[in-house]
Structure formats: C-alpha cells, structure tokens
C-alpha cells in the first residue's frame, strides 16, 4: 500500500524526537542537521512518521520474543547457570547508499587480500624478513606468529577465508578500518537473525526499498569452504568445529552448521588416523575434508600446540601438513591483525598490490617507536591505548575517561613492554538514530563487513552494526550494553 | 550420522519422556491424596522408591509428605532426576546438537523450557501442581507431534523413538512397581484405577473389559497388550524394530535375538499373587534387562568410545576461545 505523506503531517511524527532529529557532537549517519535527513533514509524516515506507537510496541514485543524463542542467545561467562542472554536489537535500521558501499566492498577486499600475500610471504618465501621494508621485529615477536605453520602450503594460497572487519567513521563521515579480524570473526549469524526478525516484525519497513539481500551468505560460505577442499573427486565432507555450547559464539556455530547443512562437530568427534582426519559416525568413520574451526590456534592439536587441550583433535597439524585436510581460518592467520601490525597495512597494500589504501587506518602510534612512544607516554591523557595482541576491547586505556592513577599505571605498563602496545586518537564515532519506548535518540555505531575469499571472493553486504545503548557509552560489546541493528545496502 | 549426535538425540528424547511420566506418577498421586480422608496418608516411599529418587530423597532430610514428595520430584534442586532437571538436560542437548533438529523441534522444546523451568516455572507451579503436571505432558506430545510433522523419517527420527519407547518401557514399570509397592490403606479397585490413569490408560482399558477392575486384567493389559503404546510389550516390540533398523547388517541377527529373549520373559510376567517370583521382582529384573540392552546399542548402535572432556576444564577452555566479536568502542 504506497503511502502519500502530505507535506503537513511530515512535520509531526508518534516517535518522539523524529521530527527534530539531530546529530549531537558527531558524524550522524541519518541527520544532516536538525530535522535534516539523508537521502538514503528518506524512504525509512517515511514510514517512521507513520509508525503507530501501539504497532511499534508490538512489533518490539515480539522481536524480543521471538530472539529468545529461537534460543539467538550468547552463553554469559563466569555464571554457574550458564546463563544464556539475547543481544538487544534495535529495529531501526542503518542504511548504507549503494554507492558507498560499493567503495567500502572494494576497500574492503583490497585490505584482505593484502593480508593474505603477506600471510603467504610470512609462511612461504619470507621475503620481507629480508627485504625489511617493514621492522621485521613486529612479526617476530607478534603473539599469534606459529612458526609450526612455516612452509604449509594453503589452497589458493589463501589463508584468511572468513574476514571480519571493523570499520567505523569520523566527523566527517569518513570510514576508516579499526581492526581487522582475522582469526574467528563472529556476529554474522546476527546480520542474518536480525533481518530475518526485522521483515516480520516491521514487513512495512521494506516495501518500496531495494534493500540487498543477505540470506545468501550460508551458501556463499559453503561455496568458499568447497572451494579449498584438498579432495580430488567427490563430494567434500566439510564441517565446523565448535568449541562446544558453554562457548559465548555457540549459537552461531550451530547457525552456520544449519545455514550450510554441514556437520557441527566438537575435537571429541574427531580422530587423525595415519595423515587423515576422520569423524566418528554411527556407521563407522567417515574422513573429512575441510575444518572450519572456531577455535583458536593454540587449541587445534594437542600434540603440536597447548598439550592440556581438550578442544582439539591429537595429529591434526600433521594431516594439515600432509595436505589432507584444509582449516578456515589457516593456522597463523592472527600476525595479520596484529595490532602493531595494524599500523602498516597501508604499506603492505602499497607493497602487495601497488595501490593505494582505499579504507584509510585510524592514526596510530607504535609504542615499539621510540619517537611514538615519547609522545604517547606525554599525550597518553588525550589518547587510547591498546595492547597490540588482544581482541575484543580487552586491558585497553581511554585517556579522557581515566583517573590520573590509571594513567599513571599504563605508563609504566607501556614503557615495560612497548611491543605490546599502541596508541590512537580519540575519535568521535557517527551516531544513528535509536529507539528507546517512543523516543528517538542518536546513539554510536560501528560496522563488521565480512569478506569470504576462497577461489573466489565474496563480500556480504552491509554487515553488523552495533551499537552503544547506553547513552553517552561508548561501549557496543554483547556483555555490556552493546546491541545491533539491521544493516541495509539500498540500491537507490 | 555423528556418534555424538545419535546419543544426543537418544537422550534429548529419554529425558522427555522421563519428565512426562514423573509427571504421570506425581499427578495421579497428589490427586489420590485429594480424595483420601483426613488422616490418612499415602506411602510416598513407594512413589519414591519406583523413581530412584529415595536415596536423594533421603539425603534432603525432608519428611515425607504430599507437599514434600511431590515438590522433590519435580523441581527439588537436590533432586538430579526431577522433572525440571530432566527438562533441563533434554534441552541442553538439545542444544548440543541444535543443528540437526528442525527449527520447529527445537523451538517447541525451547518453549516448553522456558516455561517450564526457571522462573516462569514456578511462577506457573504457584496455582498447583496439577496444571504444571498437564503442562508437562503437553510439552512431550507437543514435542513427539512436531517430531512426527517435520523431521524427515531417517536415523535422527530414529534414534528419537528409540529413546522414547526404550524409556517408556521402563517408565511403565516404574508405575506399576509404584503402584504396587504401595502399603497405604488403598481400596483395590481404587489401586488399579490410579495405576490406570498415570497411564493414560483408563479409557483405552475401559473400552476392551467391562467389569470390575481387577488386578489380573489391568496388569495383563499394561504388560502385554500389544497396541497400547504404553504397554511394556509395545515399548519393547518397537525398540527392537528400530533398534535392528539402525544396527550395522552384521549386528542385525544379535540384536533380534536379544529382545526375543527379553520378550520370552515378558511372556512369564507373574500378574496374579501366588508362587514364583512377585511382581517387584519381575519388573526389577526388566528394568535390568532393558539397562543392559540400552548398554549394548550404546556400543553396537550409538557408536563405542564417546569421551567429553572433563567438565571443569572443557568449560573454561571453550570459554577462553576467542571469537572476535568486538569490544568496548573507545571513542567518544
């Protein structure tokens, strides 16, 4: 039913806040200014005025409802229950123009497909240990270097398959590359629950909006996984190897698994008999192909990395060296989002490929530079700092927000192990639209992309966006009241 | 089909159809306890002694009593086999093995969790065990129902019937052992009805023998009747049947035999008080006989070594793993 707005009635709107919508210190990724909307968001603006409070309440209730009727939960840590919590949604979707997406996809797979020839140097020629065109220091000593994985041959030499990167903008709109995540980027499950959930609660929402779909990515990432299977003939046996359901990620294991139709298996349904790995079925063991792994390196193989590893399976390295076998991600993948690391993949795309970086970094200081580390031990007051090895906002400093003893503390932190340390300036992050009751509030966003590269490369599109709930925080993570949004990519 | 898997859908459905029938035994209890004179009490030993649950029972230091049994069996958490924590570990592996159930089982399973157990639960147990009870036995067939409508009718459908009719025919001999063992002053005709209705057998009964109730014929029926799928017959019968459609063609003969053998001794069920073994005994001996051929298809039919991590240390490794979700954004 197309819906004629007069002109009178845009003015007002149900929604608290709508009409004189604004951007507050930051990029607003909706407003242009107060009660000045986007083009992008118009058509969702539209129908935001005609939202009827009772429906919208409704349509909340059963979000909520249906997120934890569907069990879309993550396991809570550090709880004798194993208390499962769904991660709060926002219905108001964050709308990206065609256009720009367009730029970000191929920004984005520039980015990986520079950290996949620097993986296959890393493990392969070791060219630039030689060449030194960047401190050969940082990848010696990255935590997440496995110097078990030299010389492995990976199938198309590809060696990052699942990427998820975190990409946020600054004041002026600009999207920059916070963090690539290279190892076992998680949340995707939530980009396709979210849409999923959405459509039903708010169907309205998308009508007359060429919204680019992502139910896709199930079998794209099957496609991918298929695509580096070492078998010759046949079918590939694929699986996905879970740490098991106390993990926080659980639910998207078995997401995945259900998407793909491939078996979710955890270490103790695996064995490596001879150079191959095989799973233990009701009708005797069936060998297996490929491996997407959640788990981390450390914990793949007992025999070959942590000894107490109750996760792995015994003699996995060895079929992966044997080539019987193929992991996603590949082993060692975690020195390319190194965050020291970080800082120079701008060179590395430079150096790869020989073009320039199309999704800029954030400035960064390397505390391992003597020159960066006097300026971020006097300017550590205005700046972030990182440990270089750590995911997920894990011991990390904002200066603006610390007590002078907290400060004083990271000092001496950082001059101890200036390797393990980097600083950024604070940057205001955009702002987006949010509900809370009736009322819309700017709230600040980021966004994961995820890049599939097997023989080919596939990009879904948009990604998760999360977003801080409590006002003023800063804070997006699922234990401390972060949330997401639907992500639209608009062909308009 | 993963070994793990199979077990795990082996027990989701034993645990199911445990909850129901405790549910069936409390239920036809408390109601007994409602009609009885004041002063009068029932044994509740017996009810606890054919639930397994005595020794825990024992330990709680409660006094028995209607109130006391009753909230033990279902939701006491002293109690690792109350109806709650039977509840609690079909959905857990359920959960393990989320991926290869239908969304429709699953959020059928999830549902009846979420309303049976944690909070909500006893918000629901607060107006009577009797409604609580019924919501028991609603979730299961809810569950067998969307089972039977969406699960394509393979080994996963399978191994889910296997452990229901395998659990049932235990069950059932729960009941009958409960009822009895029972030493309360208990009409007869009173005994054999209660007995009839914890299994839903009254009408089904009623139908085929008019008449008073007697003990020969609700036995002979709750024992042999060879349509009745609460019978031990029938649980037996259809065990067998899937149990020789899931084992291995070199195991088919073996696990014929072995139910042909337990069926023989089915045959010499004593249904009447007189020489020979009592009717406690017999069904010990079933009960015993059904462990050992679970304990065989565990081996020939689920798959042999099976070996979760130890759980302490399983726990805190997959909480360790990182999953790169993100963290604080710290930027203002």
Partial sequence: MPKKVSKESKRTSLLAGLTRYGPAKAFDEMAEGRGRVRRVYEGLRDSLQLVDPVRLAEGRASLEASFLRRGITFTVYNDPHGTERIFPFDPLPRLIPLQEWTRIEKGLVQRVTALNLFLQDVYGAQKILQEKWIPAEIIHSAKHLRREAAGLKVPHNVYIHICGTDLIRGDGGEYMVLEDNGRCPSGVSYVLENRRALKQAFPEWFRNQAVRPVDHYGADLLETLREISPRQEGEPVIVLLTPGPMNSAYFEHSFLARQTGIELVQGCDLFVEGQKVFMRTTRGPRQVDVIYRRIDDDFLDPLAFRKDSVLGVPGLLRAVRAGQVSLANAIGTGVADDKALYAYVPKLIRHYLGEDAILPNVPTFLASQPKDLKYILQNMAKLVVKPTNESGGYGLLIGPHATKKQIAEFRSRVRKDPRNYIAQPVIALSTHPTLFGNKVEPRHIDLRPFVLTGKKTRVLPGGLTRVALRKGSLVVNSSQGGGSKDTWVLDS | ?332
């Avoid at chain 2, 003990?215 to 060879?226: C, K, R, S, T």
């Fill in chain 2, 1 to 332: 089909m993963l070994s793990r898997v199979a077990d795990g859908l082996f027990w989701i459905s034993r645990y199911i159809e445990r909850a129901e029938n405790l549910a069936r035994i409390a239920d036809v209890y408390l109601l007994d306890d409602l009609d009885r004179a004041h002063g009068r009490e029932a044994d509740w030993s017996a009810i606890l002694q054919a639930s397994g649950a005595q020794d825990d029972f024992a330990r709680s230091g409660l006094t028995p009593s209607a109130h006391a049994v009753t909230d033990f069996l279902t939701y006491d958490e002293k109690n690792p086999n109350s109806i709650t924590a039977c509840l609690d570990r079909a959905r857990e592996n359920a959960r393990m093995i989320r991926d290869q159930l239908t969304t429709e089982m699953w959020e059928e399973l999830n549902r009846a969790w979420l309303k049976l157990c944690g909070s909500s639960g006893k918000l629901l147990r607060r107006n009577g065990l009797t409604g609580y009870f019924r919501e028991v036995r609603r979730a299961s067939h809810l569950f067998r129902g969307t089972t039977a409508s969406t699960l394509s009718r393979g080994d996963a459908a399978d191994f889910l019937e296997l452990g229901m009719y395998l659990e049932r025919a235990d069950a059932t001999s729960r009941i009958l052992e409960a009822q009895s063992l029972r030493k309360d002053q208990i009409g007869e005709e009173e005994r054999w009805a209660a007995l009839l209705r914890s299994c839903s057998a009254r009408e089904t009964y009623r139908t085929n023998h008019q008449g008073p109730l007697e003990v020969g014929g609700v036995l002979a029926f709750l024992i042999h009747d060879p349509s009745f799928p609460r019978s031990l017959h029938y649980g037996l019968v259809q065990t067998g049947k899937i149990a020789t459609r899931l084992a291995q063609p070199h195991d088919q003969v073996e696990v014929e035999a072995l139910v042909l053998a337990i069926r023989a001794r089915l045959t010499r069920a004593p249904l009447n008080e007189g020489a020979g073994p009592t009717l406690a005994q017999f069904l010990d001996s079933w009960q015993k006989e059904l462990q050992s051929l679970a304990d065989w298809m565990r081996e020939r039919i689920i798959g042999g070594k099976l070996d979760l991590p130890e759980r302490s240390a399983w726990r805190s490794q997959q909480e360790q793993q990182q999953q790169n979700f993100g963290g604080p954004l710290p930027w203002i």
